[in-house]
């Protein structure tokens, strides 16, 4: 009788739920909802929340649609979901499971979000020193408690755990009395030290930080305890994996080798390779670096460039045209104009038009924004504006992680990934014009699928 591992992301729009195969790691079954759980901001505070309630229930509903007799022979879960973010509860009841089958959220906050922008910078500059590698910002979940320590005290005393909200799902199905971080959670929050696997609370304490919301830290791919109960079939009993951060599982449901390098294109962009075992990040944060060093697994780490600026720029000037041929008095269709303007592109290999495309500058150069240059009478066509357009958005990717980079560090191929690069063909021509290494396709990053293989491999 076949074994399945349950992989469940918790995404910022949709979760979606996986069935792994536990022999063949192939996936026996999945399906994806949206949450539609964004709460308007009335607040004047640039707040980004999410309902507590309707993600719960689009898990369970998400869930359910499985197969139930699969479901019944799940020896393990998964849980990835959106780092940076933090949710409240009540450890004693933050949950009921009186349906049985389910539990449903109660006594919780909203999810503060990663996209949260309360904490300015003037705020941020104020906070305590990290002991960490990796800088604060907004959206971080230490940050946004010290927020509420500032300006609503009185909120923090309602609550006796915090974590993200796939933490919070781990927490409720195994009854756990506090909430359990990985270090891929803990490092996204700030104020963690990666070396050590400590929070910085000598730090924290001297602020007044309480320090009884930080979640107890356990290693990644670790478990945090078994189900308390049945769950849409899944027997009570199941052992259950310490929540994992949602980029961590995309790239290890593609990177299968160490040479290796993920590079992903959807609404942003990221590109990453491991680093060697030995690798210690720096021992204070570097904001004006473009790369990054995110915790993996077994003390290593990630390399990572991450760009505000991916599928977004094309999609703005998708936007950009439809909205100009609607002033005209034209009705043009958004899906049908994309593809012709691929189209135009590839029909114009180069293009000595330079658009450099970071519209929403960069986390380590907040203050670049996007420029068009060497423009001339013969080079405005639309075959010529996009050919520039992806062009930019590669280049931009290569100023933070140069191919030299990528070499030295052993990389022999680059796996692509995410929908902007497998709708466009001249950003697949401009990445394999940029970097030297063989770059394939095919093989899309998805964590949910990840967060299972992980479970796969260590349990």
């Not at 009395?177 to 490092?187: E, F, I, L, S």
């Not at 009993?237 to 299968?256: E, I, W």
């Not at 990445?431 to 349990?459: F, H, T, W």
Request: hydrophobic share 40%; glycine share 8%; aromatic share 8%.
């Amino acid at each position: 009788m076949s074994n399945f591992i349950l992989g469940l992301d918790v995404g910022t729009t949709s979760v979606k739920a996986v069935l792994l195969e536990k022999g063949s790691r192939n996936v026996a079954a999945s399906h994806s909802l949206p949450t539609d759980s964004d709460v308007l901001d009335s607040s004047g505070i640039k707040a980004k929340e999410q309902d507590t309630g309707l993600i719960i229930d689009a898990v369970n509903r998400c869930i359910g649609l499985l197969p139930r007799d699969k479901l019944q022979r799940v020896c393990s879960i998964g849980l990835s979901g959106q780092m940076h973010g933090i949710l409240f509860w009540r450890a004693q009841s933050g949950c009921d499971w009186s349906n049985r089958d389910f539990f449903i959220a109660r006594d919780t906050s909203q999810l503060i979000t990663w996209q949260d922008g309360r904490c300015s910078s003037d705020f941020l500059s104020s906070l305590p020193k990290p002991d960490s590698h990796l800088s604060v910002a907004t959206g971080f979940g230490c940050a946004t408690i010290f927020w509420y320590m500032k300006h609503r005290p009185e909120f923090l005393e309602g609550f006796t755990a915090a974590g993200t909200i796939q933490d919070y799902v781990v927490s409720m199905l195994c009854g756990l009395d506090r909430c359990v971080m990985t270090p891929q959670n803990a490092a996204s929050w700030g104020f963690f030290n990666t070396s050590s696997s400590q929070w910085n609370e000598n730090v924290l304490k001297g602020a007044g930080f309480p320090l009884h919301l930080l979640p107890q830290c356990v290693p990644s791919g670790g478990l945090a305890g078994q189900t308390c109960s049945e769950w849409h079939g899944i027997p009570a009993g199941t052992p259950v994996g310490a929540a994992l951060g949602d980029f961590q599982c995309s790239v290890y449901s593609c990177m299968s080798t160490q040479t290796d390098a993920v590079l992903n294109i959807s609404t942003s962009a990221q590109l990453t390779f491991t680093m060697p075992a030995d690798f210690k990040p720096p021992h204070s944060p570097q904001p004006t670096s473009p790369i990054s060093y995110f915790p993996y697994f077994e003390s290593t780490y990630l390399a990572v460039a991450a760009s505000l600026n991916g599928g977004n720029v094309l999609a703005t000037f998708v936007e950009m045209l439809t909205s100009w041929m609607r002033e005209l008095g034209a009705e043009p269709s958004e899906s049908n104009l994309y593809e012709k303007l691929i189209q135009s592109a590839l029909n114009q290999e180069t293009s000595d038009l330079r658009v450099n495309p970071t519209i929403l500058g960069e986390r380590h150069n907040p203050l670049c924004l996007g420029q068009v240059t060497n423009i001339s009478s013969s080079n405005v066509s639309l075959g010529h504006v996009i050919r520039a357009l992806c062009h930019g958005v590669i280049t931009n990717i290569t100023s933070m992680m140069p191919a030299e980079c990528l070499q030295q560090a052993g990389v022999s191929r680059i796996v692509g990934s995410g929908s902007a690069l497998a709708r466009n063909e001249v950003l697949r021509q401009e990445v394999e014009k940029a970097y030297p290494q063989q770059v394939v396709y095919g093989q899309n990053a998805d964590s949910a699928i990840g967060v299972a293989m992980v479970l796969c491999d260590r349990l």
